[in-house]
């Protein structure tokens, strides 16, 4: 079975521009969950996208945005970019919930590093 | 809201030996609480969860205990061995409707050979 695939690998860019990643959840599941992840520090939770739909957002700006497609795959859109938002951005998933939060697994992650 | 904290953030160990790394969290409500492994590069890896429904749960080396009444739970992991070497993170989910996982800022353990 497949896991998390997130693209791309990398990604550089300059103060102002705008970053999309991506991300393919485990064949089944539903939820897809963003988090960040800068150099040293914990994970940040970010979005929580259920069935098409943004469910839940962490404490960050508005520029950060994304949205989840009909096959559960997710993008995850960062506008007008800041130095401080180069970090680890992990995606995970989950099955449907049931009324119980389920395992999230986690992907390789997308390295973006704004210059 | 919810706030996770991790101890210790360093860990050194000699293979064979035991290590424990300890975490508490503020939000009562809080009903799920896993621990993820990332070594170097790698992704965070779920190794062992523990619901709130229960005190207890091992998973060959590994185990995790619950303390509801003190807000901590703790992984225990016995018979270290090197490639246990890496960063360990605790998680929890602070409410069921909104599924979002707070971590401590993680452990690095270090298992010497």
């Known amino acids: 079975e497949a896991g998390v695939t997130q693209s791309p690998t990398h990604l550089i860019k300059t103060r102002g521009q705008q970053a999309t990643l991506r991300c393919s959840p485990i064949s089944g599941h539903t939820s897809v969950y963003w988090y960040q992840q800068a150099l040293g520090l914990g994970l940040q939770f970010l979005l929580w996208y259920d069935e098409g739909e943004e469910r839940n957002r962490g404490n960050f700006p508005p520029r950060f945005s994304g949205r989840q497609f009909p096959n559960y795959s997710s993008e995850l859109n960062v506008n007008a970019l800041e130095l401080e938002d180069s970090a680890l951005y992990l995606c995970?998933?989950?099955?449907?919930?049931?009324?119980?939060?389920?395992?999230?697994?986690f992907g390789d992650g997308t390295r973006l590093s704004i210059l | 809201g919810e706030n996770v904290e991790q101890h210790p953030s360093t860990l050194s160990v000699q293979e064979g030996d035991s290590a424990v790394i300890k975490c508490t969290y503020s939000?009562?409500?809080?009903?799920?609480f896993p621990w993820y492994k990332q070594e170097l590069g790698k992704r965070p890896q779920l190794i062992i969860d523990?619901?709130?429904?229960?005190g207890e749960k091992k998973d060959q080396r590994i185990a995790v205990t619950l303390n509801k009444t003190a807000k901590h739970f703790s992984l225990h992991i016995t018979e270290t061995q090197p490639e246990d070497s890496a960063v360990y993170f605790c998680?929890?989910?602070?409410?069921?409707?909104?599924?979002?996982?707070?971590f401590g800022t993680g452990t690095r353990l270090l298992v010497s050979p």
């Open positions: 939000d009562s409500a809080s009903n799920y």
């Open positions: 995970a998933s989950s099955s449907g919930t049931g009324g119980f939060i389920q395992p999230q697994h």
């Open positions: 998680a929890a989910s602070p409410n069921t409707g909104f599924q979002k996982l707070v």
């Open positions: 523990i619901r709130s429904n229960v």
